[in-house]
């Protein structure tokens, strides 16, 4: 990335009538995709430099008491803890004086709507990198095991959140048995429904047809299509880096993918006297991961 002051010949074209039909000047600005990062997961607040989530198992099940004898009395297990420690991400662009003077159209001093640019590709590039692109490898949940992967709960049971399926009726249906069978961390029986079926762009349109079809879409028998009564909600992340994994995602007020924000975006600039230029900039303090993986399910076909 250059990291040299924007100076006039890098753009002749703003500066001298050399384009005697030039018309117009401005920032390739299209239209954008709205916040996805924040219709998948948790966003929240930080006014300290590190947030933690710490989990306590519940109590197990009652235990036969006969006439005389004690309760049987049951201890209070520790399950994990997360730490989400924040991070400062940060862009500038330096300009010298005469490329701000002479600039005819202003595009040098208007520096905020690339930079706003900026900020919102690399927010939703890192959520999609913690909540799913890494998360079969690098990016871990609470119990130090890849968030999409193999669990092991506080009294031993096993559960993994992950699978190698295609999207058709048979993925959706080991993905919603999944859910159906998920336990607490004391192995008792949670209500485990996913919500959200969250795809690249290239599934979008098998994805509408597997959950809103009235009969099933992998065949001509005019059979029922089963999966529309779970009445899952399909939405399309563009920021997923493979076009054929996919994801079911429980209620968003259940899930534990989580985004904290220690500082909003926020703008920053400069003078540098010794070469007369100016810098712009901008800047954020956040966080971001997964604490807990149970209502969280991951298909990456090989």
């Not at 940060?90 to 005469?98: I, K, R, S």
Request: glycine content about 6%.
């Amino acid at each position: 990335m250059a990291s040299a002051p924007t100076m006039r010949a890098t753009f002749d074209e703003l500066f001298e009538d050399l384009d005697p039909y030039l018309s117009s000047v401005a920032w390739l600005n299209y239209a954008e995709h709205p916040d996805e990062y924040s219709m998948c997961g948790n966003i929240m607040n930080s006014d300290q430099y590190r947030e933690t989530d710490f989990a306590v198992a519940e109590l197990g099940q009652l235990q036969k008491k006969l006439e005389g004898s004690a309760i049987e009395v049951d201890s209070i297990m520790p399950s994990y803890s997360k730490q989400f420690t924040h991070s400062t991400w940060a862009l500038g662009v330096e300009v010298t004086m005469e490329a701000i003077e002479d600039d005819k159209q202003g595009i040098m001093t208007d520096m905020a709507a690339a930079l706003g640019l900026s900020v919102r590709q690399t927010v939703e590039t890192l959520a999609a990198n913690a909540w799913f692109n890494d998360a079969f490898s690098t990016e871990t949940a609470m119990d130090g095991a890849a968030v999409y992967g193999t669990h092991t709960t506080a009294v031993g049971d096993t559960i993994t959140n992950t699978a190698s399926v295609d999207l058709d009726v048979g993925g959706i249906r080991q993905m919603l048995v999944h859910f159906a069978k998920l336990v607490s961390e004391r192995g008792n029986k949670i209500r485990g429904q996913c919500y959200t079926l969250i795809v690249p762009p290239e599934l979008q349109f098998k994805a509408n047809e597997l959950v809103a079809s009235a009969l099933r879409p992998d065949g001509d028998s005019n059979a029922t299509n089963t999966i529309q009564d779970f009445n899952l909600k399909v939405m399309v992340n563009h920021w997923l880096s493979s076009d054929t994994a996919w994801f079911g995602w429980g209620a968003p007020d259940q899930i534990k993918a989580k985004w904290y924000w220690r500082k909003r975006p926020q703008g920053v600039s400069d003078t540098r006297y010794a070469n007369q230029s100016a810098l712009s900039g901008i800047l954020f303090r956040a966080s971001f991961g997964v604490s807990d993986y149970r209502l969280l399910w991951g298909s990456e076909p090989s």
